[in-house]
């Protein structure tokens, strides 16, 4: 395993991830400036050693912050973040996107007075977009599936935690799902 290949998990200090999506990873070099500055807890490490001429150190897998990090209650208005919040699916049809092929629609267009806010603007996929053209959702017949509105820091989390990253190192798992509901059936 190449050492670029190994970043940290990093959770607060609560033990959960920063972040689900993306996830929040910090690189290798990252996490043992943070050590040695006394920034953090090591709870996991990998099979892999570091040296210098005086010291070796294995490298941390998973790492906690010693003090907690209070999230925002009320995310940043961006492109992603409204992608996560519509889970990658254009309003309109449904359909799940990469996200190249996703574009913002504003429910009411800007050239009839609407507003590039969270409660005007869904995830369209560039079909849908193009349909729906400069017109209002009655004028088309083209609704948003979910009536759009500004989603709260834990909800984007959540839907985070339904598109799991293209790797997942062992030691991280424990601390990515720890506090998912259990099916019972």
């Not at 208005?77 to 254009?90: G, Y």
């Not at 820091?153 to 720890?178: A, C, I, K, V």
Request: neutral net charge; contains cysteine; aromatic residues 12%.
């Amino acid at each position: 395993m190449s050492i670029e290949a190994c970043p940290a998990l990093v959770l607060n200090a609560d033990y959960r991830p920063l972040s689900y999506y993306p996830l929040s990873l910090w690189s290798w070099q990252d996490a043992v400036k943070a050590v040695f500055l006394d920034r953090v807890n090591i709870v996991s490490e990998y099979d892999r050693v570091i040296r210098s001429p005086n010291f070796e150190m294995r490298l941390p897998s998973v790492i906690s912050l010693k003090e907690y990090v209070q999230t925002e209650r009320r995310p940043a208005f961006t492109r992603f973040n409204v992608f996560l919040r519509d889970r990658f699916h254009c309003q309109y049809c449904g359909e799940p996107f990469p996200t190249h092929e996703l574009t913002f629609d504003h429910v009411v267009p800007r050239s009839r007075g609407g507003r590039t806010n969270w409660s005007n603007v869904v995830t369209a996929c560039g079909t849908c977009n193009l349909l729906k053209g400069d017109r209002l959702p009655v004028e088309c017949g083209m609704w948003p599936r979910v009536r759009p509105a500004q989603p709260n820091t834990h909800q984007l989390q959540e839907h985070g935690r339904s598109f799991p990253p293209n790797y997942l190192h062992g030691s991280w798992r424990d601390f990515l799902y720890w506090d998912s509901e259990l099916d019972t059936g």
